[in-house]
Nanobody
Framework: QVQLVESGGGLVQAGGSLRLSCNAS????????MGWFRQAPGKEREFVAT???????YYTDSVKGRFTISRDNAKNTVYLQMNSLKPEDTAVYFC?????????????????WGQGTQVTVSS
């Protein structure tokens, strides 16, 4: 069993920055891939960023150049640094892990999910 807990969300003005954290506990492995997804009211869950067990990263086009995913295996934690935030980034952000080395942009391929943290960007 794996437990994931997100933190770091909040209210920020457009152009500002936030760093989200996701701490993993339970039966975790440093080589498992991790991902960040987000969901706005009335919309489906959307892929944001992913990182493989070896540190390779991939992002959705709308956040490229603004967001950075990273991991600290010693702390069992994955981060999402969000810069130049826009109102359209407003959503609940979820972290997830899958029992594979390779990253994935598909929510269906992830095995464990956190509870989510709210990010609100004002104009």
């Amino acid at each position: 069993q794996v437990q994931l807990v997100e933190s770091g969300g909040g209210l920020v003005q457009a152009g500002g920055s936030l760093r989200l954290s996701c701490n993993a506990s339970g039966r975790t492995f440093s080589t498992y891939a991790m991902g960040w997804f987000r969901q706005a009211p009335g919309k489906e869950r959307e892929f944001v960023a992913t990182i493989s067990g070896f540190g390779l990263t991939y992002y959705t086009d709308s956040v490229k150049g603004r967001f950075t995913i990273s991991r600290d295996n010693a702390k069992n934690t994955v981060y999402l640094q969000m810069n130049s935030l826009k109102p359209e980034d407003t959503a609940v952000y979820f972290c997830a892990t899958r029992e594979r080395f390779s990253y994935s942009s598909s929510a269906q391929e992830y095995d464990y999910w956190g509870q989510g943290t709210q990010v609100t960007v004002s104009s």
